[in-house]
């Protein structure tokens, strides 16, 4: 099995800045990506960015330019760093892992998930 931990979620004034972190562990094989996605109080979860292996990067309209994701491959660990937070950014954040095991490739796994609040 496969657990993904998030922490660094917490209550912060609009403009200001967290960093959340997710580590996986378990019995992974290989890391094929990894992501947030968030969950606002009365609103679907939706996407916020993830990495693959290789690096590559994708975010959200709403955050391109004020979050940014990063991988320590070592310790299987994704960061997303967020700046100048917005009210609108409040909702619980969700760790995601698209994570091959020796017997399964390619199965989703989620954290339980951290909760950010953007509040003066």
């Known amino acids: 099995q496969v657990q993904l931990v998030e922490s660094g979620g917490g209550l912060v004034q609009p403009g200001g800045s967290l960093r959340l972190s997710c580590s996986a562990s378990?019995?992974?094989?290989?890391?094929?990506?990894m992501g947030w996605y968030r969950q606002a109080p009365g609103w679907q979860r939706e996407w916020v960015a993830h990495m693959t292996t290789g690096g590559s990067t994708n975010y959200a309209d709403s955050v391109k330019g004020r979050f940014t994701i990063s991988r320590d491959n070592a310790k299987n660990t994704v960061y997303l760093q967020m700046n100048s937070l917005k009210p609108e950014d409040t909702a619980v954040y969700y760790c995601w892992g698209d994570i091959s095991t020796p017997n399964y490739e390619g199965m989703n796994y989620w954290g339980k998930g951290t909760l950010v609040t953007v509040s003066s």
């Open positions: 378990g019995s992974i094989f290989n890391i094929n990506a």
